[in-house]
């Protein structure tokens, strides 16, 4: 080796060096930010009344997270910066659905059936195979069934075939 790659290597090694001591500083500095350590689980006032048990306990697995007063805080939600995404994700959830609270007006109680056959709930990272938290077609079609009979006797029609499946439910076998 020449000496004047050898010098830029060792440049080169020590800028690195001082940005992984710089990220871990800023990293250790911004676990004193409070937000997103909170984890409040205020009391349940008043769940639906749901259709069966089994919708019940599905909606706990697929659901309750993020839309609930009964949300089991993994371990991650405790370090920032994910604990900051944890945080405004189950805040953002609760406002717009939460199980928990039925005594009050559910702003998205009526689109709830509507977003799990879509897609978009649960969300993909949350049913990230090996979480224990995947859900088989079945599973989803079962949890839709249920929550539209279960919003329906709560005054949140929703939207949908009479059987509370459509033609989309067989096309992605595999989408969760």
Request: proline share 6%; glycine share 6%.
């Given at each position: 080796?020449?000496?004047?790659?050898?010098?830029?290597?060792?440049?080169?090694?020590?800028?690195?060096?001082?940005?992984?001591?710089?990220?871990?500083?800023?990293?250790?500095?911004?676990?004193?930010?409070?937000?997103?350590?909170?984890?409040?689980?205020?009391?349940?006032?008043?769940?639906?009344?749901?259709?069966?048990?089994?919708?019940?306990?599905?909606?706990?697995?697929?659901?309750?997270?993020?839309?609930?007063?009964?949300?089991?805080?993994?371990?991650?939600?405790n370090v920032a910066p994910v604990s900051w995404y944890v945080q405004s994700h189950v805040d953002e959830g609760r406002r717009e659905l939460n199980f928990s609270e039925w005594d009050l007006v559910q702003d998205e109680a009526d689109e709830v059936v509507e977003s799990i056959r879509d897609g978009e709930m649960p969300?993909?990272?949350?049913?990230?195979?090996?979480?224990?938290?995947?859900?088989?077609?079945?599973?989803?079609?079962?949890?839709?069934?249920?929550?539209?009979?279960?919003?329906?006797?709560?005054?949140?029609?929703?939207?949908?075939?009479?059987?509370?499946?459509?033609?989309?439910?067989?096309?992605?076998?595999?989408?969760?």
């Amino acid at each position: 080796m020449s000496a004047a790659f050898r010098f830029v290597w060792q440049k080169k090694l020590k800028i690195a060096g001082s940005l992984a001591v710089l990220a871990l500083v800023v990293l250790l500095a911004i676990q004193a930010v409070p937000y997103g350590r909170d984890h409040d689980n205020s009391p349940v006032r008043l769940e639906p009344n749901w259709d069966s048990p089994r919708t019940r306990e599905l909606t706990v697995a697929a659901c309750f997270d993020c839309h609930s007063n009964e949300v089991v805080w993994p371990w991650y939600s405790n370090v920032a910066p994910v604990s900051w995404y944890v945080q405004s994700h189950v805040d953002e959830g609760r406002r717009e659905l939460n199980f928990s609270e039925w005594d009050l007006v559910q702003d998205e109680a009526d689109e709830v059936v509507e977003s799990i056959r879509d897609g978009e709930m649960p969300p993909w990272y949350y049913t990230v195979p090996g979480t224990g938290r995947s859900f088989s077609n079945a599973e989803l079609g079962e949890l839709t069934r249920g929550l539209k009979a279960t919003m329906a006797a709560s005054g949140y029609p929703q939207e949908g075939g009479e059987d509370g499946e459509d033609e989309e439910d067989d096309e992605d076998e595999d989408r969760r």
